[in-house]
């Protein structure tokens, strides 16, 4: 009887044991920039104004805390990628804008066009 309770205690201390292994730097500096970015997203979210727009659009602040709080670390990363390339007043209509205007002006400059009064054509 001895016997089998000294191999039970065994049997469970062994698969107890802790398990160390190597982690790399990349591996450190990701988990540690998930939580800033979490943090990051949960101070956005805290600022009064953000706070005022959500209950102007029906959304209970708490409610969008603990969505925010179930995101994976991937979700994080997408919200705040998401974020970033979605400015306000969205660049794409500046992009296109500026694009119309230079090419009209190297057409006037080129004697195509005359759009612009300013300019003055390269021909003459």
Aim: aromatic share 6%.
């Amino acid at each position: 009887m001895t016997f089998i309770a000294a191999q039970m205690l065994l049997a469970t201390q062994l698969s107890t044991m802790a398990q160390a292994e190597m982690l790399s730097t990349n591996e450190v500096i990701s988990k540690y920039a998930s939580y800033a970015d979490r943090d990051f997203l949960l101070s956005e979210l805290n600022r009064q104004e953000i706070r005022d727009e959500l209950v102007a659009r029906g959304v209970d602040p708490k409610e969008a805390e603990t969505r925010l709080n179930a995101l994976s670390n991937e979700e994080i990363a997408s919200v705040l990628q998401q974020m970033e390339h979605d400015t306000a007043g969205g660049n794409g209509i500046v992009g296109a804008l500026l694009t119309v205007f230079i090419i009209l002006l190297v057409t006037d400059l080129l004697c195509l066009t005359k759009v612009f009064p300013f300019t003055r054509c390269a021909g003459r």
